[in-house]
């Protein structure tokens, strides 16, 4: 905003205002029209022919006094507007110079960034700027003048320049002080989101710590569980099974380089089983015949793998995989009598005219699972191959005196292959047997109940 519109509202009121200013409720203690009338010159002014000197000259220039001449052709009105804005100009300097020196010496208390433009928008407000004088030409054209004393002018300028910035001052300390509240306020609210996001964490942090202490509690239990199952069934927990369930191989390997066991019936002096096997490390081979009234009809060949040796300080486990060759039925030509005491030494002669020109031939993969349970003192295994699928649980009675010396023997089993069930052509069938153990890892006998029908006696000896 210019210079203009920090004087020329002063301007708004044209009628000639002779009254004393109240200060109460103007803010001036002086007349300033006693003031010119006691500082103006008559001399200066004098008219020629009674034209005022200021109509003939346009100009007039004094120490003491600002002007501000304005004319025009309709009427008084466009003239003292016209004085006003000359007047303006003529003054626009001083008035610069006075707003500076009051902005410069309320520095302090202002912002950093305020400056003049900063005071003229605020519209100053100079009431006592009056039209003095008026004259009308002969050739109608209006002339108005303005006329104020210097030092009178600089002072009431001064005073609204203070008046000015002391509001100016008064909205910038007020604009503070809500600056100030709002931040309290954003800082108190940040300080309570904080105290809230701060216990809302550590409530957290104490579930987490609690569920922790429950955890570590159920740990401390688990394991108390754990040592005191060991501690009870420690003996137990020593034993290794056997390869052998009832007639079909466990998960476990061997503990012996070769095996060879022989089931026969002692009521009919029938050889029923006859197997020999090796075993290394994790890896097992054997070869099972099956007889019938010591007759060899049937037989298998099996390479198994313990792919997971026992593992497990309270549960142990044990996984083994495997391949089975198996033969349902010999051909006629090649059945052994096992009776004979020379057919032993034709079996792999006749095993190997077998394999060479199969009668009945087949094959499937096979898997065997053991896993102890120290609580009933029993290990469980599962077998399972294209023919069968096994379930048998090994209990021991007596393992903290006699070990795995006896143990008794459950075997359930789903048979799907015909030719492999009893001459019941039952499906599943139950098998029960007594193992005891002379020799550990050495000599075991079996006494068995099978097929529905039979009662036998194995015999199995490791080197």
């Avoid at 369930?245 to 380089?257: E, F, G, H, K």
């Amino acid at each position: 905003m210019s210079l203009i519109s920090l004087v020329g509202l002063g301007y708004a009121d044209q009628k000639p205002d002779t009254g004393k200013f109240d200060r109460l409720t103007r803010g001036r203690p002086f007349d300033l029209e006693e003031l010119l009338q006691k500082t103006t010159s008559k001399t200066a002014l004098e008219a020629q022919d009674s034209i005022p000197v200021w109509v003939l000259s346009g100009e007039v220039k004094t120490d003491t006094f600002y002007f501000g001449i304005g004319k025009s052709a309709n009427s008084f009105d466009e003239a003292d507007d016209d004085a006003r804005l000359r007047f303006a100009q003529y003054v626009e300097v001083s008035v610069q110079s006075i707003a500076s020196q009051q902005i410069a010496e309320n520095k302090e208390r202002l912002e950093e960034n305020y400056n003049y433009e900063s005071l003229v928008s605020t519209k100053m407000n100079l009431r006592s700027v009056k039209i003095s004088e008026r004259y009308l030409a002969e050739d109608s054209t209006f002339y108005s003048l303005i006329k104020y004393g210097k030092s009178t002018y600089h002072a009431l300028v001064t005073q609204e320049i203070q008046i000015s910035l002391e509001n100016d001052i008064r909205k910038q300390e007020l604009v503070h002080q809500a600056a100030e509240v709002l931040s309290a306020d954003s800082l108190r609210h940040k300080l309570m989101m904080d105290s809230l996001a701060l216990g809302r964490k550590q409530a957290v942090i104490d579930s987490l710590d609690h569920i922790l202490k429950l955890e570590e509690s159920r740990q401390r239990q688990e394991q108390d569980r754990i040592d005191l199952i060991k501690n009870q069934h420690a003996a137990f927990l020593k034993i290794i099974p056997r390869y052998q369930l009832i007639d079909v191989p466990s998960a476990v390997t061997p503990q012996s380089w070769i095996y060879i066991s022989g089931r026969w019936n002692p009521d009919t002096q029938d050889i029923r089983q006859v197997k020999a096997g090796v075993a290394a490390s994790l890896f097992s081979a054997e070869a099972n015949f099956w007889a019938t009234e010591s007759i060899l009809d049937q037989g298998d060949l099996s390479l198994k793998l313990q792919v997971l040796p026992e593992r497990g300080e309270l549960y142990p486990v044990s996984l083994a995989l495997g391949w089975v060759v198996y033969f349902d039925t010999f051909s006629p030509d090649n059945r052994i009598n096992l009776r004979e005491g020379s057919s032993f030494k034709h079996i792999w002669e006749q095993l190997s005219e077998e394999i060479a020109n199969p009668y009945s031939q087949r094959s499937s993969f096979l898997v065997s699972a053991t896993v102890g349970i120290p609580q009933v003192n029993n290990h469980v295994s599962v077998y399972a191959d294209k023919r069968k699928v096994s379930l048998a649980g090994i209990w021991y009675p007596f393992p903290r005196n006699m070990g795995d010396a006896i143990s008794i023997i459950n075997q359930i089993d789903y048979i799907s292959a015909d030719q492999y069930r009893n001459r019941f052509d039952d499906q599943i069938q139950w098998q029960v047997g007594l193992r005891l153990i002379a020799i550990s890892d050495r000599f075991a006998t079996l006494i068995s109940y099978e097929d529905h029908e039979v009662w036998m006696l194995n015999f199995e000896l490791q080197y």
